[in-house]
C-alpha cells in the first residue's frame, strides 16, 4: 500500500464547475496535510495547509480532512482553465523525521 | 515570485563535467531540502539540511553532493552524472520547530540534462 495514494485522472471538469480531489494515507499518525498545484514544466506551489479535521476554506479552494477515514480532499469551486495542472497531495509523517510524502498527483482538466 | 532562489535554471553537462547547483532563501527557514523530480512523478527527496547540519540522506548515489554554507545557502554539487539523473531538482525551505509540521516552499528549480 503507497502512504499517500490519489488518482492519478485526468479529471475532467467544465468551467465554473466544482472540482473534487481526493487523496488518502496511511499513517495514522500523520498531523500536517497540504495541497500543491503544479503547473507543467513548472515547480509546486503550496495552494493549502490543513491541520485539524473539518474544512478549511481559501478563496475557491476547501480543503477537509477526516483524520479518522485518513483522508483528505480539495474543491475547488468556479473552476477555471488557469486551473489545469497537476495537484499533488502531501502528508508529513509522524515520527522524528517529519518527511513530507506527496501523492502521485492528479492531473486537472478544465474544459472552457 | 518565489522566495527560493535557484540558480541557474538551466543545465546541460556532460557525464565527466562537475557542476553546482545553487539555492537561496531568505525566510529566515533553518530546514532546507534537495528534492529530484522526473517527468510525471512526484518529487523525490534527497536530502534534509536542519541547522545547516545533514539530517536525512535519502541513500542519495555519491555523486550527488550537498553542501549548506550557511542558514540561507544550499548547494548540490554533480560529478560524474549518469544521464538517467537528467531531471528537474527543487530546493525547497521551511520553518523548524512547532508542534506541526510547516509547509515546503519551493523554489523554481533547476532543469538538468546529462548528455
Known amino acids: 500500500q503507497k502512504e499517500v495514494e490519489q488518482n492519478s485522472g485526468p479529471l475532467s471538469v467544465p468551467e465554473g464547475a466544482i472540482a473534487s480531489l481526493n487523496c488518502t494515507y496511511s499513517?495514522?499518525?500523520?498531523?500536517?496535510f497540504f495541497w500543491y498545484r503544479q503547473y507543467s514544466g513548472k515547480s509546486p506551489e503550496l495552494i493549502m495547509s490543513?491541520?485539524?479535521?473539518g474544512d478549511k476554506e481559501d478563496g475557491r479552494f476547501t480543503a477537509q480532512l477526516n483524520k479518522a477515514s485518513q483522508y483528505v480532499s480539495l474543491l475547488i469551486r468556479d473552476s477555471q482553465p488557469s486551473d489545469s495542472a497537476t495537484y499533488l497531495c502531501?502528508?508529513?509523517?509522524?515520527?522524528?523525521?517529519?518527511?513530507?510524502?506527496f501523492g502521485q498527483g492528479t492531473t486537472l482538466q478544465v474544459k472552457p | 515570485d518565489t522566495e527560493v532562489t535557484q540558480t541557474p535554471k538551466h543545465l546541460v553537462m556532460g557525464m565527466t563535467n562537475k557542476k553546482s547547483l545553487k539555492c537561496e532563501q531568505h525566510?529566515?527557514?533553518?530546514?532546507m531540502y534537495w528534492y529530484k523530480q522526473k517527468a510525471k512523478k512526484p518529487p523525490e527527496l534527497m536530502f534534509v539540511?536542519?541547522?545547516?547540519?545533514?539530517?536525512i540522506n535519502e541513500s542519495v548515489p555519491s555523486r550527488f553532493s550537498p553542501e549548506c554554507p550557511n542558514s540561507s545557502l544550499l548547494n548540490l554539487h554533480l560529478h560524474a552524472l549518469q544521464p538517467e539523473d537528467s531531471a528537474l531538482y527543487l530546493c525547497?525551505?521551511?520553518?523548524?520547530?512547532?508542534?506541526?509540521?510547516?509547509?515546503?516552499?519551493f523554489g523554481n528549480g533547476t532543469r538538468l540534462t546529462v548528455t
Open positions: 539540511y536542519s541547522y545547516e547540519k545533514l539530517s
Open positions: 499513517d495514522r499518525g500523520s498531523q500536517s
Open positions: 525547497a525551505s521551511s520553518q523548524m520547530g512547532g508542534g506541526l509540521g510547516s509547509p515546503l516552499h
Open positions: 502531501a502528508v508529513k509523517s509522524s515520527g522524528n523525521t517529519g518527511k513530507l510524502i
Open positions: 525566510m529566515g527557514h533553518r530546514a
Open positions: 490543513i491541520y485539524s479535521n
